[in-house]
């Protein structure tokens, strides 16, 4: 008995080419930058090298992931983008998940670098459309990054106790939807295409991470990080009950 084996077509061995080469020089750059964070005394150990484990296997699921889902031939500037973004977004998490508390130092280390990602938020978007390698992959990969960052953010706000634990509300809304979308059906559907609430998510997805980093900054009294976040919070359910609401005024009555 033989196994055929279906080659992939050379468009997909031509991304799968630039992906792995992005993907190695990503990684020895994410080491690198560790590394000089730990030397400097900016980042401890442990945290670092956990957030390398974590981009170490979102590479390896992404790498999974493009063959199959990625339409175009090239990985393009725009995912490359976002990449930078994610690795950002795991440094975070190691500092979130290690148990140590953070002092005013690592704090703004923490503000300046994601900071520094939510200015590049936006320019993936722009990115794609101007080479013309637009994707509903690339959509879903920009905004996971998005949910994951600000998931991070809400733990280590909570974390440094600059804001009561109903913080993680931010971080914890979007797991939240999609959990509940197994039980109705109806919330898997994607959106309604609509320019205005496709603006809306990317404006209070923004605003999110804006009022987490403003309730991060050491300087910030207690008081007003909580009332900028407590704002953010109430514009991300308004978000998420519009969306549910164009979700089943446009349901197919059966």
């Known amino acids: 008995m033989s196994i055929e084996i279906t080659p992939l077509p050379s468009s997909s061995l031509a991304l799968m080419r630039e992906a792995y080469a992005v993907f190695a020089w990503a990684l020895g750059l994410a080491v690198m930058a560790t ?18 484990g974590l981009f170490t296997g979102l590479l390896v699921a992404l790498a999974r992931l493009l063959a199959d889902h990625h339409p175009h031939p090239r990985l393009g500037a725009a995912n490359r983008i976002t990449l930078i973004r994610a690795a950002v977004a795991c440094l975070i998490a190691g500092q979130a998940i290690d148990p140590a508390a953070l002092d005013a130092a690592e704090r703004w280390v923490l503000v300046a670098v994601a900071g520094a990602a939510l200015l590049l938020d936006g320019t993936d978007g722009w990115a794609a459309r101007r080479q013309g390698l637009a994707s509903a992959f690339g959509a879903r990969f920009d905004m996971e990054i998005d949910a994951f960052a600000i998931a991070v953010l809400a733990i280590t706000v909570a974390k440094v106790a600059a804001v009561p634990c109903w913080v993680l509300a931010i971080g914890a809304m979007r797991y939240l939807y999609l959990a509940v979308g197994w039980v109705f059906p109806v919330l898997r559907r994607p959106p309604p295409a609509c320019v205005f609430a496709d603006r809306r998510r990317k404006a209070i997805a923004v605003v999110q991470s804006l009022a987490l980093l403003v309730a991060l900054a050491p300087a910030t009294p ?5 009332a900028t976040c407590a704002l953010a919070l109430g514009l991300l359910a308004y978000s998420f009950a519009a969306d549910i609401i164009m979700l089943l005024a446009t349901e197919p009555h059966r």
């Open 35 to 52: 590394l000089l964070l730990i030397l400097g005394g900016a980042l401890r150990a442990l945290p670092g090298m956990a957030g390398l």
């Open 222 to 226: 207690p008081f007003w990080g909580s």
